[in-house]
C-alpha cells in the first residue's frame, strides 16, 4: 500500500485538540506545517494516538488519509473558514425596512428642531479643575 498521508489536527481546545506539536520515532509533528508523508506503520501507529495520553476517550490526534483524501479534506475546510469569513461581515437592510421605520425619530431630524436657542454673547464654561487633597 502507498504511503499516507498525516497531520496533528488543527489546535481547537473547544473541540478537545489542544495537541500544538508531537514527536514519535524522532520525526517532530507540528500543527502549523501541515501533511506529512509516512509509511503505512507509522500512519497506523499514529491512528491510534489520542489527544490525551492517559484518556482514551479523548479525541484523536492525527488526521491520517490518503493523498486524494487530504486534498478533499482541506478543500472542505477552505470552503467552511470562507462561509464563516462571510458571516462575519455586516448584511444589509432590504428597502423595505426604511418604509416600516419611517416614524421613527432620527438625529438629523433633531438638527433643525432645536428648541434651546443659542446666542451669540453667550461664552463658553470654563473647564472646572479638581482639586488635589491635601496629606
Not at 517532530?28 to 491510534?48: I, P, T
Not at 494516538?49 to 492525527?62: E, G, K, N
Request: glycine share 4%; proline share 7%.
Amino acid at each position: 500500500m502507498p504511503d499516507q498521508l498525516v497531520r496533528l489536527k488543527p489546535y481547537n481546545p473547544n473541540r478537545g485538540h489542544k495537541l500544538r506539536r508531537f514527536m514519535t520515532d524522532g520525526i517532530r509533528f507540528d500543527n502549523s506545517k501541515g501533511w506529512y508523508r509516512v509509511s503505512q506503520a507509522m500512519a497506523d501507529k499514529l491512528s491510534k494516538i489520542h489527544q490525551d495520553y492517559y484518556d482514551m476517550d479523548s479525541p484523536l490526534a492525527f488526521d491520517v488519509r490518503t493523498q486524494e483524501e487530504a486534498l478533499e479534506l482541506e478543500e472542505r475546510e477552505s470552503m467552511e473558514k470562507e462561509r464563516r469569513a462571510a458571516a462575519s461581515q455586516p448584511h444589509s437592510t432590504p428597502s423595505s425596512a426604511k418604509a416600516v421605520g419611517e416614524a421613527a425619530l432620527t438625529t438629523a431630524d433633531l438638527a433643525g428642531n432645536t428648541d434651546k436657542k443659542e446666542s451669540k454673547d453667550e461664552k463658553p464654561k470654563p473647564a472646572t479643575r479638581r482639586r488635589r487633597r491635601s496629606p
